[in-house]
């Protein structure tokens, strides 16, 4: 068996590579976007990436509420949410859900492309999604990402 050339990578090893980056949502598709921001939270796109480690940057979302949605999604695409109790399925259709919690689509979009496990729980906690083009994490000093073609 050959032996590993590679360090293997600690959780204190990712703590540090950390990073802030910036995404503007402003009139691009929300699904190619929400893949962006998915392997950015992932951290990918890093040499150092393994699967069980959270090893991604922190994504700090701006004009969410200015996204594009192709074809009918706005009428059609329902997004469910159930509240435990007998009759307390309640729906929204995605251009609702954009007009009155731009942050809450976005949340939905990216956390349905991670994995279904504790990393995914930990992953979303380090998206930040605000509607407008303001936002509060100056002094971290994000570095803005291209749109990818």
């Known amino acids: ?10 959780w204190e090893d990712a703590q540090d590579a950390r990073h802030w980056k910036l995404v503007d949502a402003a009139d691009r598709p929300l ?3 929400a893949t962006q921001i998915a392997n950015l939270l992932r951290g990918k796109g890093k040499a150092t990436f393994s699967p069980h480690v ?4 922190f ?3 701006v004009n969410a ?6 074809g009918r999604k706005t009428t059609d695409k329902v997004y469910h949410r159930h509240s435990e109790f007998p009759g307390g399925l309640r729906t929204t259709t995605a251009g609702t859900l954009r007009s009155n919690d731009p942050e809450r689509l976005f949340r939905e979009a990216v956390s349905g492309m991670l994995p279904k496990n504790r990393l995914a729980r930990r992953l979303i906690t380090k998206l930040k999604v605000y509607a407008g083009a303001e936002h509060p994490h100056g002094a971290q000093q994000p570095t803005p990402v291209q749109a990818e073609a």
């Open 1 to 10: 068996m050959p032996k590993r050339t590679t360090p293997f990578l600690s």
């Open 31 to 33: 699904g190619r976007v």
């Open 54 to 57: 959270d090893c991604g940057d």
């Open 59 to 61: 994504v700090v979302v």
């Open 65 to 70: 509420e200015r996204v594009y949605l192709s």
